[in-house]
């Protein structure tokens, strides 16, 4: 699995993914098929009845995992959403999430719902005239045309990094009186999976040089995390937490970011703990210390 490099961080397992309520897990991982054969990786949302933000963050976790244990970053995805029903509080997250997965890990997205009401659902929720909702009546169809579809996978994508590692270096302080480790991610872009290993290399060895666990406090004012980078920042951020936090706050995130932030703490039992200013995020931190 990508960034599970150092000795305390292999120890580590990930927790069992949470389910939808009514839907047990091992039901989730049913409705996750991968045909290798095609490239295709088969979501079935059908008769799902999405009623919150958290059942939402739920299924799309156990997405984000299952593409990860595939050991491919790219497939065709093909959705069922026949009979699905998305109530508005959860179509925030079904809007965001799918978006950050298909920017991730998609070569091409065809979907299958006979209703007209989730082609407009789709589309507004994409936002934009340009965006081709490829949904079909029926599954054949949507099949034929994911084969029209170019693969990507033999294209060497190389990402060029946007911070060097003596940059990534002096926005890393220990406070060691205090056991705070200070991660000052501001006016600080994360463009791609490259950047996002970049600086969780570099924060797993200064951790482990250590030989200790640390309070994390985060600076994201005017932080850039752009969609295609997010769910390896979330996923090496989690490791980095089990593994190396004795609590994280965080403070001054912009709008998207904390949105992105709340999102997966609703279903993966974190507390987002962002606050204003670094001050109160300090107080924060000596809460978390008495075992508030």
């Given at each position: 699995?990508?960034?599970?490099?150092?000795?305390?961080?292999?120890?580590?397992?990930?927790?069992?993914?949470?389910?939808?309520?009514?839907?047990?897990?091992?039901?989730?991982?049913?409705?996750?098929?991968?045909?290798?054969?095609?490239?295709?990786?088969?979501?079935?949302?059908?008769?799902?009845?999405?009623?919150?933000?958290?059942?939402?963050?739920?299924?799309?976790?156990?997405?984000?995992?299952?593409?990860?244990?595939?050991?491919?970053?790219?497939?065709?995805?093909?959705?069922?959403?026949?009979?699905?029903?998305?109530?508005?509080?959860?179509?925030?997250?079904?809007?965001?999430?799918?978006?950050?997965?298909?920017?991730?890990?998609?070569?091409?997205?065809?979907?299958?719902?006979?209703?007209?009401?989730?082609?407009?659902?789709?589309?507004?929720?994409?936002?934009?005239?340009?965006?081709?909702?490829?949904?079909?009546?029926?599954?054949?169809?949507?099949?034929?045309?994911?084969?029209?579809?170019?693969?990507?996978?033999?294209?060497?994508?190389?990402?060029?990094?946007?911070?060097?590692?003596?940059?990534?270096?002096?926005?890393?302080?220990?406070?060691?009186?205090?056991?705070?480790?200070?991660?000052?991610?501001?006016?600080?872009?994360?463009?791609?999976?490259?950047?996002?290993?970049?600086?969780?290399?570099?924060?797993?060895?200064?951790?482990?040089?250590?030989?200790q666990r640390w309070y994390f406090l985060i600076n994201y004012n005017d932080t850039r995390i752009m969609p295609e980078a997010w769910i390896q920042f979330a996923r090496r951020g989690k490791i980095l937490n089990l593994g190396g936090s004795l609590g994280t706050v965080r403070y001054e995130a912009g709008t998207d970011t904390e949105a992105d932030i709340r999102l997966r703490a609703e279903s993966q039992?974190?507390?987002?703990?962002?606050?204003?200013?670094?001050?109160?995020?300090?107080?924060?931190?000596?809460?978390?210390?008495?075992?508030?």
């Open positions: 699995m990508r960034g599970e490099k150092r000795k305390f961080i292999v120890m580590i397992t990930q927790a069992d993914p949470q389910a939808v309520e009514g839907l047990s897990a091992g039901e989730i991982d049913r409705r996750i098929t991968f045909h290798p054969e095609t490239e295709t990786m088969e979501v079935d949302f059908s008769g799902l009845h999405f009623e919150t933000s958290a059942q939402v963050n739920a299924f799309y976790d156990r997405i984000e995992d299952r593409i990860d244990d595939s050991g491919e970053n790219l497939w065709f995805f093909l959705v069922i959403y026949s009979g699905n029903r998305i109530d508005p509080d959860a179509w925030f997250a079904h809007a965001r999430r799918g978006k950050t997965l298909n920017l991730a890990h998609s070569m091409g997205t065809v979907r299958v719902d006979a209703s007209d009401e989730t082609r407009l659902q789709i589309e507004r929720a994409a936002g934009t005239e340009a965006f081709d909702a490829n949904l079909f009546a029926e599954r054949d169809s949507a099949i034929r045309r994911l084969a029209e579809l170019p693969s990507k996978r033999r294209q060497k994508i190389t990402h060029e990094p946007n911070h060097s590692t003596e940059e990534i270096a002096r926005r890393v302080r220990f406070l060691e009186a205090d056991q705070i480790l200070e991660i000052d991610l501001s006016k600080f872009l994360l463009e791609h999976d490259r950047d996002v290993d970049d600086l969780y290399d570099h924060l797993e060895m200064r951790i482990e040089a250590t030989s039992g974190f507390r987002p703990n962002i606050r204003n200013s670094r001050d109160a995020a300090l107080a924060r931190i000596e809460e978390i210390k008495r075992g508030g």
